[in-house]
Every structure is written in C-alpha cells, then in structure tokens.
C-alpha cells in the first residue's frame, strides 16, 4: 500500500509539473492605507470675523505627505496668517497703522489610530512682530475625512479644511517671511494727530538705509508734514486751509549688542510763513529694534516711532 501510495504521488506530480504556475495571491490591504494616500497633498482653511470694531481675516495652508518611516503616519506643515483691520482707520498701538498681521508656521505629525486620525502639533515658529509677542500653544485634536473635506475637532471647537489642487509630492511650505532680515533699504512711516489750535496735522516720513559696515549704517530721511482745518476754514498764518513743509535729515547709526543706536548729524528745515516761531530743528537720537518688517524706534524723552516697510 505504500508502494501503490508512492507511486501515485509520482504520477501526480509529473502529470502537474507541465501546467502553468498558480497566481500568487496577495492580500487586500487594509482601507485605512488608502484614507492615509487621501489626505496627502494641500488643504485649506479661511474664517473672516468681526468684533468690536475691527475685521479679522485667518487663513491657513496645509500640506500633508508620507512620513517615510511608518505607513500609518504623515507629516506636515501649516502656514497661519491672521490680518486684523481697524474698521474706523485708527491706527492699532502696536505698530501705529490700522492694521497688522501674525503669521506663523506648524509642524505636524498625522498618525493613525482605531478611531481615526489624530493631529499632534510639535513645533512652531512665529514671524517676528511688534504685534506679536511670538508664543504660541501646541495642541492636539482628532480628524475625519469626508471626500474633499478633512474635519478637525478639540476641545470646544472644529475647523473644516478643504482640500486644494496642489501636487501631491510637492515640498512642505517654508517660512514666507526672510530668515534674516536686512535693516538696507527703504522704511516709511505715517501718523495723524490734532495739534494745540485743533488742527489735523499729517505727517508722513521716507527714509533710506545703507550699510557702511557690519555694525555701522548710513541714514537719511524726508519728513513732510501737512496741517489743515477740520472745518475747512482759512488758518491764518497760511491764508488758506491747509499748509505744508519738507524736512530733511541725515543720521548716523552704530550697532550696540542687540540694538541700533541713531543720531541725528544735521538737519535742513522747511520754511514757511507757519514756521516764523519755530525756524530751527533740534536734533534728536533715538535706540533702534528690527522687529521682521518693523523698525521701533524709541527718541529721547520716551518718543515712540515704529517704521515699516513699504508695501
């Protein structure tokens, strides 16, 4: 019997041996791996807001792509931008313009969990600004993908993104504002106020900067400033409503630790019929801080002034 037995083993395996190999067959691979493919590439989300005389518009840009190390992780990047305008056009405390912006970048980590997605937030980094004091909390919070639509929920809140047309292998956004930022080049600045008689007074200021060397600059700037009437009545000393006059500055400006200090060198004032009282210009000096598209300025006699970069 187990001659008989061998035999027909044999036979059965010659007989097989000529016939065409059997597919391999692989296993399906689970419907979360495909989720994961889904959300790669770029989201979006904006919210325009207003509240106690201001409009608030926040945007933010997500991209999303394999981690590279794990099937059921992403890793990503979000840029967060918040602009806030003065709905009446006073200008904000913080940078003495009617409007001011904070953005910042997040890094994030996208992993997989029986329930679904979690987002964890790992860093951060926040661009530079008199308005913004650079801190920021990192946080955590579910998602759950619906078509084109990436549901975020936490804690009191939700936020739905929509996904973009972007390629899905494209790079993680960078910082939009310079790593280092050069103080060379063009700064304005531009204020309103009353004057003692209740006039409106309009000044406005273009300066340039020049590097000489790592820690000395050259500085000059133009300062035109304009009085009118609120009630369009002629102001006597100019024999109409309104009257102008131009001065111009050269400045000097040295590095000091963290800080610029400038000095004012010499000064070539305007004249005007208005100015008879006041025909000279003092000088003044004042310590400096870049702050990104900022400059704060601080004259003697605790003199605020914040330029900015022309748009």
Known sequence: MHRVGIVLLGIA?????????????H???PAHQFKMIELVGGWRWMLRTTEAGTTRFEDEHWRLRPSGTSPNQLVGRYVRS??????????????????????????????????GFVIHETDYHAEPSPCDHGFRHVDSYTAQLAGDRLLLRWPG???TLVQTDEEAGAELPVEPWPATPTLAGPWRWDATSYDDDGNIRD???????????????DITYRRRVTV??????????????????DDAYVLDGQREEEHWRFQELAAEPGSHPCL?????????EATAEQLGDYLVLEWRGKRRQILYRPE
């Open 13 to 25: 395996a010659g007989i097989c041996a000529g016939c065409p190999a059997a597919p391999t067959v």
């Open 27 to 29: 296993p399906a691979p």
């Open 82 to 115: 918040v602009e806030v305008r003065s709905d009446d056009r006073l200008p904000f405390q913080c940078n003495q313009r009617p409007w001011y912006r904070q953005r910042a970048v997040f890094d994030v980590n996208i992993d997989l969990t029986p329930t």
């Open 157 to 159: 809140g939700t936020q």
């Open 203 to 217: 000044e406005s200021e273009w300066w340039e900067i020049a590097s000489r060397t790592q820690t000395r600059i």
């Open 228 to 245: 009118r009437s609120p009630d369009g009545k002629p102001i006597a000393c100019a024999n109409g409503p309104s009257w102008s006059f």
């Open 276 to 284: 008879q009282a006041t025909p000279k210009r003092s000088l003044d």
